[in-house]
């Protein structure tokens, strides 16, 4: 299986380099600047899973270098999809391609699927917490890395298939999951939750956990997300909310979202993504979400970066 990692941040780069690691057939689609960094510096991956690296990846920059693959890793922040879009619509043109996007939230399910095909667009998720340093390496921090995966589409099985193949070989965790559309909305209101809450406290998850009304705020953003998700036909139980809720308490106290980390270096957020996606759903099914709306109404001045005064 020939893969493509599109986009090669940390969450690309470090699944990306998990597949090299396991002798796949992988490169990279980057924007120049990156490209060179990736040139100069190679690929490198700093983690409790076990260090890698690796000098001389393949990298394309244009559509037209890209060789036959067989499945697209989207690994691009959500404020990036709507630029992408033609650029994979080639790619998957020209090769056939799957594509399996591990962007957060849920609005980027319906763009892909318009513009590719609904069989063309698998289901998919990443949990890992991991940072680019300034060398542009992964540094991944939290014990394990996670990318769960699924077929929305009968056509999708096989490739679904060639993956498990592959998971035996990995320092990493693919798990196909038959309901991927119940893990996708399991991961979007955790990490509603937690982006949201560390972000607008500009701290992290540890002064959360431990202050009783501060946890009071993400617990009541899980619940609004719980309520949003049953509106999209995806029931979660109590049991389930309450796991999202330990989810949160089982990290390190230093440990902290990729928006909140994002939001401190004064790049852009995925606030419309990810809270401002939430709103628009709730609009269309005629919900309030108070408490995320205040959170939106919070961190909306950060979308681009650090306001400039």
């Not at 796949?24 to 924007?31: A, E, H, L």
């Not at 033609?86 to 399996?100: C, D, K, M, S």
């Not at 998720?125 to 077929?151: C, F, M, P, Q, R």
């Amino acid at each position: 299986m020939n893969s493509l990692v599109f986009g090669a941040g940390a969450l690309g780069c470090y699944f990306g380099g998990r597949l090299l690691e396991a002798g796949q057939d992988v490169s990279f689609f980057v924007r120049d600047k990156r490209a060179q960094q990736l040139m100069d510096q190679g690929l490198k991956i700093s983690s409790p899973e076990g260090d890698f690296e690796n000098q001389n990846i393949a990298i394309y920059t244009s559509v037209e270098q890209v060789p036959n693959v067989d499945l697209i890793l989207l690994t691009v922040k959500g404020y990036h999809l709507d630029s992408v879009i033609p650029q994979i619509q080639a790619i998957v043109e020209r090769t056939g391609a799957f594509v399996l996007p591990l962007l957060n939230g849920m609005e980027h399910m319906e763009k892909l699927q318009e513009a590719l095909g609904k069989e063309k667009v698998l289901g998919g998720l990443a949990a890992i917490v991991a940072t680019l340093d300034e060398e542009g390496h992964v540094v991944h921090t939290n014990s394990n890395s996670l990318l769960k995966y699924g077929a929305l589409h009968s056509e999708q099985i096989q490739i679904c298939e060639q993956l498990e193949e592959i998971q035996q070989r990995l320092k990493s965790t693919f798990k196909r999951e038959a309901d991927i559309l119940r893990h996708m909305w399991i991961k979007y209101s955790f990490i509603t939750a937690f982006s949201g809450i560390t972000s607008a406290m500009q701290l992290p998850v540890g002064y959360i956990t431990g202050t009783p009304a501060t946890m009071n705020v993400a617990k009541k953003v899980i619940q609004e997300m719980g309520t949003l998700a049953e509106k999209e036909g995806i029931y979660l139980s109590e049991d389930e909310v309450q796991g999202i809720i330990n989810m949160m308490k089982s990290f390190k106290n230093e440990a902290t979202s990729s928006m909140h980390q994002d939001l401190r270096k004064g790049l852009p957020i995925e606030i419309e993504h990810l809270q401002g996606g939430a709103l628009r759903l709730a609009e269309k099914h005629q919900v309030q979400l108070p408490v995320i709306e205040t959170i939106y109404g919070i961190l909306k001045p950060y979308e681009n970066g650090r306001p400039e005064y």
